[in-house]
């Protein structure tokens, strides 16, 4: 295909990748698909509902925990469409608008989910570390300026990036590599100058992905030798069982994002099948596993459920 002029760029639109081979398969994997998003979108919207209406639950904690359940609902709603598209055979096709927009939210949410994150490391950092002032640290005010912080930075910082992607010329075959849209997918089909892009990119995982891991475990390590000072060892096993579900909430979003950066860095022989499903557990698996997660580790969470649905009986 031709370079096209920046007046026509607009009228471009992609092909996104379903599960290449499997094309007469789609109607079956329809159905385990449309249940997974029915999970990812009831789990999270029953947390929020959870952490709204019981008194108890108002706690910083849990204020940071309704941050993560409305980010993983918001991943879930902006790739919606494009993945059960593709598996109803409602369209392949995506155009470049769409597709920006679609960019912005997949990395600027996974952004967000990694400061959350990071934002429940220091929660439960200030909760073992220093319980006598854990209200006085963690109010209200400075959660909502926490808050406020953690949504400026995962999309403000992208905006730059991704606003370029407008103005690139793409003349290789407008082919997807998964059933949503991504930055480096764009880049990869871009025939303009994308160093400020790339580079901009990989600065930005740094600062950010990067970063908020290694505090994370900087902040484990602090919680690690502040709890086996405590003597009595019931007290050391309780302390560290309030950090279980952050533990496996951070394990759940990294080993996915780990495994699509090796997929695509030394997977280029590998089936474009293992391309897509690795694209389709990064956007799906955190999302699905935080609420299953949290209601099952948190007992106020799990009591508040049980009560719920005693009720119903």
């Not at 280029?268 to 557990?281: C, R, T």
Request: charged share 10%; hydrophobic share 50%.
């Amino acid at each position: 295909m031709s370079v096209q002029s920046d007046s026509k760029v607009n009228n471009f639109t992609f092909l996104l990748t379903g599960f290449p081979g499997l094309e007469q398969e789609y109607p079956w994997l329809s159905i385990p698909f449309s249940c997974i998003y029915a999970m990812v979108l009831s789990g999270n919207c029953l947390v929020l509902h959870v952490i709204r209406t019981e008194p108890s639950l108002h706690q910083p904690m849990f204020y940071f925990l309704a941050m993560l359940a409305l980010t993983d609902l918001c991943m879930g709603l902006s790739t919606v469409h494009t993945v059960l598209g593709i598996l109803w055979g409602l369209s392949q096709e995506i155009g470049l608008d769409a597709c920006i927009a679609q960019t912005f939210f997949v990395h600027g949410l996974s952004c967000m989910e990694s400061g959350v994150l990071l934002a429940m490391a220091f929660d439960r950092f200030t909760a073992i570390c220093n319980p006598l002032r854990y209200t006085s640290i963690l109010t209200n005010t400075r959660i909502i300026n926490m808050g406020v912080a953690i949504i400026g930075r995962s999309f403000l910082f992208i905006t730059a990036p991704i606003v370029r992607l407008k103005f690139f010329h793409y003349c290789r075959p407008h082919i997807l590599s998964h059933s949503f849209c991504l930055h480096q997918d764009l880049l990869r089909l871009a025939c303009s100058d994308i160093r400020f892009n790339s580079f901009y990119a990989l600065a930005l995982v740094i600062c950010t992905l990067f970063l908020d891991s290694v505090l994370i475990l900087i902040s484990y390590v602090l919680i690690l030798h502040s709890v086996l000072t405590i003597a009595s060892r019931e007290e050391r096993f309780k302390s560290l069982q309030t950090c279980v579900s952050h533990i496996c909430a951070v394990l759940v979003f990294y080993i996915p994002i780990i495994g699509l950066t090796m997929v695509h860095r030394f997977g280029k022989h590998l089936s474009p099948v293992v391309h897509v499903l690795m694209g389709n557990i990064y956007i799906l698996f955190p999302p699905l596993m935080n609420p299953i997660i949290y209601s099952v580790k948190t007992q106020q969470i799990r009591s508040r459920f049980q009560r719920w649905f005693t009720k119903q009986n």
